[in-house]
């Protein structure tokens, strides 16, 4: 069965730190990869995504991720976090198949000091 | 954009009743899940839905029974609730852009005393 770990269960940061979050899956075949994002008391909110092509992916609020296949990995990277960063972020997986639901990690309480 | 709603936003109910949470969609999206969110788990799958009246069990469906008889319109009920089934209820929509990205509704509360 798949399935996501999250390295960090809670990161504090002061602002203008960098950021990176870990996420690893376990899942041999082709996969989807997500960050979702959940503020205070609000929904779960996309970040970025990865299908298919350029590693690299870039998302909303100067987040980018990269899926690293030899290393099951798709880490969360942020080079300067900001006050309105503090929030729960998740990475969830899913198979390349039609209708599959989402596989999510234990999600990661980023807070951040001004 | 997608539009997702979910009835009631907040309920508090007591041990042994039976609940319904409702979540409608607008734009006749195929593919449909319910997710409980609970602290040091995440989202975990409860129920999914690939079309009217198809459903299928997720990973912790234990106690909750859904239906789906319009494809706007996937209903989540515990039959006797319980204190354990007290989460945040998510209901998603799958966007169906070929990687399964999923939108998720506001969430519904549900206390059980």
């Known amino acids: 069965a798949q399935s996501v770990s999250q390295h960090n269960h809670h990161v504090i940061l002061s602002e203008a730190a960098s950021l990176e979050l870990g996420c690893n899956y376990s899942y041999g075949g082709t996969v989807n990869l997500f960050w979702y994002v959940q503020y205070p008391g609000q929904h779960l909110q996309l970040l970025l995504k990865y299908f298919s092509g350029d590693p690299l992916v870039k998302g909303i609020k100067g987040f980018e991720a990269e899926f690293i296949k030899s290393k099951f990995s798709f880490n969360l990277r942020k080079p300067s976090v900001q006050w309105s960063d503090t929030a729960e972020y998740f990475c969830a997986v899913t198979i390349n198949q039609a209708g599959t639901a989402l596989i999510f990690g234990k999600g990661t309480t980023l807070s951040v000091s001004s | 954009d997608a539009g997702i709603t979910q009835s009631p936003r907040h309920k508090v109910t007591e041990t042994g009743t039976p609940v319904t949470l409702r979540c409608h969609q607008t734009?006749?999206?195929?593919?449909m899940y319910w997710y409980r969110q609970d602290p040091g788990h995440g989202l975990r799958l409860i129920h999914y839905?690939?079309?009217?009246?198809?459903?299928d069990k997720g990973e912790v469906s234990d106690g909750y029974s859904v239906s789906r008889s319009k494809t706007e319109d996937f209903l989540l009920t515990l039959e006797s609730a319980t204190s354990s089934q007290t989460s945040v209820y998510f209901c998603a929509i799958n966007l169906e852009d070929g990687g399964n990205e999923q939108f998720f509704g506001p969430g519904t509360r549900l206390t059980v005393l």
């Open positions: 734009e006749n999206h195929r593919y």
């Open positions: 839905s690939y079309g009217v009246k198809d459903t």
